[in-house]
């Protein structure tokens, strides 16, 4: 249905020319629809089966879209190739949440120069994250201000570095990440603007954390830091990270401890060794006192045995008399 008549509106699609907008959903695409309304301002398009955003995706007889919003989630691409979103210079928000990427190109967002939002929540598969990595740390995202990457099990912020992008807003909710690196809080240090979202992530709340439990309890840039748990060590599940005391993550204090249990082990193994060259130097007087002992002993089990004899036959209890 198209409310306007001066463009066709692709199949099984809801056109309405008064708001620019396209909405495609539950369709049988393969592909991204080549018959686009070049008014299109917002396309929605979910619920097909797009396994590759080829190249050149979104160009019509090499003529660009006036796009500002784009919504792709929920269909099944595996693959986002080296230029596939040309033509859309003038887009500022990409959704690209609820597929299944195994392959970026380090180019798939080139020619997105005034991009604002990019939405990857529950779209990157382990394979896919190096790769992501380096599709993002390019220039052509250097106006990017929120960056979603909630539920793909990142075990460590994929960017290089903050200060490519005009970042304001990174959510990184419900990944994999244990530790945030002293590098990586540098950058937060330096980019106070950013606003990040950690939660539901397994924090290992070992001195590795050192450098970020500082930056979360003197920094208000972690907006949900009240939901930051202790996944490790198991004393220490469920506590919040915030919570913790300084010295349980400080790790002079943990080289100490261990330190300390090392020379206690090296002390009790001198005094082990000191009491067997005692044993051995004084191993004939040892000889001669466990020999007395065991005549002593044997002495006074003989006068046993006697009493026990008279005690037990009348008979020499009467000649005792």
């Known amino acids: ?48 089966n797009i396994s590759t955003l080829q190249r050149d995706a979104f160009m019509t007889n090499g003529t660009e879209l006036e796009m500002t919003t784009l919504s792709l989630s929920y269909n099944g691409i595996q693959a986002i190739e080296p230029y596939a979103f040309l033509g859309l210079s003038r887009l500022h928000s990409l959704d690209l949440s609820h597929n299944q990427l195994e392959f970026i190109s380090s180019r798939a967002f080139h020619g997105l120069p005034e991009l604002r939002s990019l939405n990857l929540n529950y779209s990157v598969s382990p394979a896919a994250t190096a790769q992501l990595s380096d599709a993002l740390n390019t220039q052509s995202l250097r106006n990017l201000h929120r960056l979603e990457l909630a539920g793909n099990k990142l075990t460590s ?59 979360l309890k003197n920094s208000s840039q972690c907006l949900d830091a009240g939901r930051l748990l202790c996944s490790e060590p198991e004393a220490k599940r469920g506590i919040p990270v915030e919570n913790l005391r300084g010295e349980e993550v400080d790790c002079m204090n943990e080289n100490l401890e261990a330190v300390s249990y090392v020379f206690l082990g090296i002390v009790l193994a001198l005094i082990g060794v000191v009491f067997l060259m005692v044993l051995y130097l004084n191993r004939g007087g040892i000889k001669r006192w466990l020999n007395n002992i065991r005549e002593a002993c044997r002495d006074q089990m003989e006068v046993y045995h006697y009493r026990y004899e008279q005690d037990s036959d009348p008979r020499l209890a009467n000649v005792a008399v």
């Open 1 to 48: 249905m198209c409310a306007g008549m001066d463009d066709a509106c692709p199949s099984s699609c809801i056109c309405t020319r008064g708001l620019r907008t396209v909405t495609c959903r539950d369709g049988d695409y393969t592909e991204v629809p080549r018959d686009m309304p070049k008014w299109t301002s917002t396309l929605t398009l979910t619920g097909s």
């Open 157 to 215: 912020i994929p960017l290089e570095r903050l200060d490519v992008f005009n970042l304001h807003e990174l959510v990184l909710i419900n990944n994999s990440i244990e530790i945030i690196g002293e590098e990586n809080v540098t950058s937060l240090y330096q980019q106070r603007r950013i606003r990040v979202y950690l939660s539901l992530n397994p924090f290992r709340c070992s001195c590795e954390l050192e450098a970020f439990y500082y930056w």
